[in-house]
């Protein structure tokens, strides 16, 4: 199961509740969650209820069936303002996207950090180093840190530069 991201998918719902979202086909002009996403694999989704100011946004997994399904796996944020999942009724537009505090503008916070992935799907932020630090990875080669250049001498980068 991968993370996939993919432009112009689309579908409608009338599940109600706060379960799985049984998905009725593609909208015109889109692709279907199993076309754009494939089986098994999870996406960033916004749920929103038309008709209403209703909307969740969240990861969920998408599943090949009878109908097609989307499990709303993890709620990122809703018109609550919490993640707590959405009681929705009526018809909805379920879509693909990319949620704004996944963006690595919402994640730097000083000039200089560096982002890394820390895990699947997880980003992270290292803070810059001081003068003089070079980045490393850590004892257990799974992210990135900041350390004293323990590699040529400074005696033999000079020697070098005479040499050329």
Do not use: H
């Not at 969240?58 to 399904?69: I, K, M, N, Q, Y």
Request: proline share 2%; net charge negative; glycine share 10%.
């Amino acid at each position: 199961m991968a993370l996939v991201l993919s432009d112009r998918v689309k579908e409608t719902s009338t599940t109600t509740g706060t379960g799985t979202i049984s998905l009725a086909g593609a909208s015109s002009g889109f692709v279907s969650f199993v076309a754009g996403i494939g089986n098994s694999n999870t996406t960033y989704y916004t749920i929103f209820q038309q008709g209403t100011s209703n909307w969740e946004v969240g990861l969920g997994t998408v599943t090949d069936a009878t109908p097609d399904t989307l499990a709303r796996t993890t709620v990122i944020n809703t018109s609550a303002g919490n993640t707590t999942k959405i009681n929705f009724s009526g018809t909805l537009d379920v879509f693909c996207t990319y949620p704004a505090i996944k963006t690595p503008d919402m994640i730097l916070t000083t000039q200089g950090d560096i982002l890394y992935a820390s895990a699947a799907n997880t980003v992270a932020r290292l803070a810059k180093g001081t003068a003089g630090q070079v980045l490393k990875m850590n004892s257990g080669a799974s992210a990135p840190e900041w350390g004293t250049d323990e590699g040529a001498s400074a005696g033999f980068a000079v020697a070098m530069a005479i040499a050329l």
